[in-house]
Each structure stands twice: as structure tokens, then as C-alpha cells.
């Protein structure tokens, strides 16, 4: 409770004094008839509350002598709770959760409505369509309230980057989350080589990696998971995960386990019979040599511009030397030839979202400093497309290898270590089937 109330305090010292935050939660969404998909509550609900409830909502009162944090929530019904379980009512909301005041849901229209009368500004998700509507109505209010002598609304704003901004940048205990969520998604991973067989299909490695990530505790999948055999590894998310086992080939494998809503995420590519051939083998090391490098360059201070470059410049250099692209390598950079094999970013932020909020520059010409307590992975990957100019021995190979990276002041810490991507290492483990 103690670090969600930081958490809230943090962003109210923001706002200007007569300003109010109003944040939805989550609902439920249907997904056939009376069924619903399995609830994920709204991220930024969940960091400033834990609070994992559908339906609830978020109001922050800068100042307000009751207290400045108050929730709506799911209404106590003996009846319902004995279908879908226990609900938290107001008393639990407080009691649990550290919130000043508590209200259910079917005091939400009236009160909600005294609460914000007043308040010049509103900070809300401009996203939520539900927030923006509380924000109309409350605007409609603050009109007839002026005759009655009220400060009038001046408007709303978007509280999601001063949100982002905070949920960039990493605290102990998330870092812990995090890397747990990492050592179960490597658990998995470690798992999926050392079933991986000719005769299996895509479909079967993604149940043992997700059999892995329940088993250790996490939700289950962070993400769709993504098992790519053979050519299905150069489609970036595929995710139909249909096809068999290529005999021969290659599996691309990105996953990660979810837990408390932190998300792992590890890509690791591997031969299906357990030994890469000569081809595979040379490609696959020039994505590592750039992976660790890149990984290596990761400190405060470094730019993921900077690092996303030196991949760049990695690859296109290993592309040239296998034959798959000629010329200057400085050329073959500046005109983007290597765009042919290697499509995506380098990295991306992760947290309670696999693709985490927070900006990368500061502006359009300043790329964004590392600092500690940032999160990211670092994910080169080189998929060759079965045209005729490409020799056969290369052709339909997708590799990439994803590592999740907490920036440290020291530099960083790999929090997915525990799943090999040497290609000896991976030799090894899989021979252990």
C-alpha cells in the first residue's frame, strides 16, 4: 500500500491545486454471448492503485481535507459474489488498498458529481471514451454551477504522460517483479528446447511454454505467443502457431510469462533436431555478435538511437561477408539495403505493459538518455526471404534473440540470463531432451 500511495502522491504534486484526476479502470469485455475474456485491469488504474477489480474508477483531489484519493467501486451483491466471487465493496477498497475514501458504483452518478464541482481542470485519459464523457458531464455541471457561484471548468488535459513519464522509470520492487516474470519466461523457454523434436508442431511448443508459465505461478502468456518454424519465423508476429515442426530448420520462439501484470519478454531462436547447420550457424552468430554488443553498450547516459545503430551497422557488416548484400558497408547503411533483412527497432520499453509506456526522445532531433531504472530489451534479429537472388542454404531463415535489460548505475543486469543463447549452450541443452 505503501508504494501505491507514493505512487499517487507523486502525480498530485504535479497538479495544480484545483485541478482533479479522473482514471477508469478496466471492465469486462464479452467475448461470445455470456462469456468474457479473461480481465487484465487498465495499467495505469493498477499502478497508482493495485486494485484489480473491473469497473472501478479513480478520482484524485488535490488538497481535499477528506482525503485526496477516492475510488468507485464494484457494488457488495451476495448474489453475484456467490457466481463470480468475493468483491471488494468500499470497506475492502480502504482497508486493502490504502484509498482515503471508498464509494461503490451505485453512488457514482450523485457524488461524483460534488466531488468535482469546482475544480477548474481535469486530468483524464483523452483515450477513454468513458473519461472523456465523466469530463462532458462534469463540464455541463460546472456551467449551471457558475450561476451558483462556482469556479468554472476551464477544460481537461491528459494525464497519461505525466503517468508514463513515472511508470518509465523502474522501482525496486518492480524491478523484482520483473525479473521474475523474466526467470519464469526462461524457464519456459529452457523447457520449449529441450521437448523441441521433428514431428511436433508450433502449436505444441506453445502449450509447454505456456503449461511453464502457470505452472511457475505467472497468469499465463504476456503477449500472443509467437512460434515460428522454418519461414513462419520471417513473419514478425506470427501467431497462428499451425504449422509442423520444420525437420530441419529453425524455431523462433517469442514469449514471456505475465506476472502481477509485469511481463517477461524473451525471443530465442533454435534448430528444431537440436544442431544448426553451417547457414544457420553463420547467420545466427552475426545476430548474437550484434545482440551482445548491443546488450554490452547499455549504461546511463547511452541512447537506444545509438545502440539501435550499432546493430544496424553489426549486421549490415555480417550481410556483406555472408555474400547477401555487396558494396561499402557505410553505403549499404545510408541506403537502408539491410532494411531487406532486419525490419524492427532494436528495442522497446517493458513493464506492466510488454510495449511500455515512456517516450524515446526528448524531441525530434534528441534521442532519450538511459537512466537507471529503466527496462528494455534488446532484440536484433535477421529474417532472409526465399527469393531467387538469395543462395538456397539461406533462404526462409528468421532469427532474433531477445533479452529483457534493467539499466543499473552501474550499467545494467541481464534479467533473462537463465535461457542459453550461445550456440554451443543451446547444443548442449537440447541434447538433454
Not at 481535507?65 to 477498497?93: I, K, Y
Not at 464509494?103 to 471514451?129: I, K, M, Q
Amino acid at each position: 500500500m505503501t508504494e501505491y500511495r507514493q505512487r499517487r502522491d507523486a502525480l498530485i504534486a504535479q497538479l495544480p491545486d484545483n485541478a482533479a484526476v479522473v482514471l477508469p479502470g478496466a471492465g469486462l469485455i464479452t467475448r461470445s454471448r455470456d462469456s468474457e475474456f479473461a480481465f487484465r485491469q487498465n495499467s495505469d488504474f493498477y499502478y497508482l492503485t493495485g486494485i484489480r477489480e473491473p469497473d472501478a474508477l479513480l478520482v484524485l483531489l488535490p488538497g481535499r481535507a477528506e482525503g485526496e484519493s477516492v475510488v468507485f467501486c464494484q457494488d457488495r451483491d451476495p448474489t453475484m459474489e456467490a457466481w463470480t466471487g468475493r468483491r471488494l465493496g468500499a470497506a475492502g477498497v480502504v482497508c486493502e488498498h490504502g484509498i482515503d475514501q471508498a464509494f461503490e458504483n451505485s453512488e457514482r452518478d450523485e457524488l461524483l458529481v460534488n466531488l468535482l464541482a469546482g475544480r477548474e481542470l481535469l486530468y483524464l485519459p483523452l483515450d477513454n471514451g468513458e473519461a472523456v464523457a465523466m469530463a462532458e458531464e462534469a463540464l455541463n455541471d460546472a456551467q449551471a454551477g457558475i450561476r451558483r457561484g462556482r469556479p468554472a471548468l476551464k477544460g481537461w488535459l491528459d494525464i497519461s504522460p505525466l503517468i508514463h513519464a513515472m511508470r518509465l522509470i523502474k522501482s525496486d520492487a518492480e524491478v523484482a517483479l520483473l525479473r521474475h516474470a523474466a526467470r519464469v519466461s526462461a524457464r519456459a523457454h529452457r523447457r520449449a528446447m529441450q521437448v523441441s523434436r521433428p514431428g511436433l508442431s508450433e502449436f505444441q511448443l506453445q502449450a509447454e511454454l505456456e503449461h511453464e508459465f502457470v505452472w511457475q505461478g505467472a497468469s499465463g502468456p504476456a503477449y500472443s505467443t509467437i512460434v515460428g518454424s522454418g519461414a513462419n519465423a520471417c513473419v514478425l508476429h506470427y501467431i497462428e502457431n499451425s504449422a509442423p515442426l520444420s525437420d530441419d530448420g529453425l524455431v523462433l520462439i517469442d514469449a514471456g510469462a505475465e506476472f502481477e501484470l509485469y511481463a517477461g519478454d524473451i525471443t530465442r531462436t533454435f534448430p528444431v533436431a537440436g544442431r544448426f547447420s553451417d547457414a544457420q550457424r553463420a547467420l545466427y552468430q552475426i545476430v548474437l555478435n550484434a545482440q551482445q554488443r548491443a546488450v554490452s553498450a547499455i549504461q546511463p547516459g547511452a541512447t537506444l538511437a545509438d545502440i539501435h545503430q550499432g546493430v544496424v551497422h553489426d549486421l549490415t557488416a555480417g550481410l556483406i561477408e555472408l555474400g547477401l548484400l555487396e558494396g561499402d558497408l557505410q553505403a549499404r547503411i545510408d541506403d537502408e539495403s539491410y532494411r531487406r533483412f532486419y525490419l524492427h527497432s532494436t528495442s522497446h520499453w517493458l513493464g506492466l505493459d510488454v510495449h511500455d509506456v515512456g517516450i524515446y526522445r526528448l524531441d525530434e532531433q534528441t534521442p532519450l538518455p538511459l537512466a537507471p531504472g529503466m527496462v528494455l530489451t534488446v532484440e536484433p534479429g535477421l529474417y532472409i526471404p526465399n527469393d531467387d537472388d538469395i543462395p538456397d542454404a539461406y533462404q526462409g531463415i528468421g532469427i532474433r534473440i531477445e533479452d529483457n535489460i534493467v539499466v543499473t548505475n552501474e550499467g545494467h543486469e541481464v534479467l533473462t540470463a537463465d535461457v542459453p543463447k550461445q550456440i554451443a549452450e543451446i547444443e548442449a541443452l537440447m541434447a538433454k531432451k
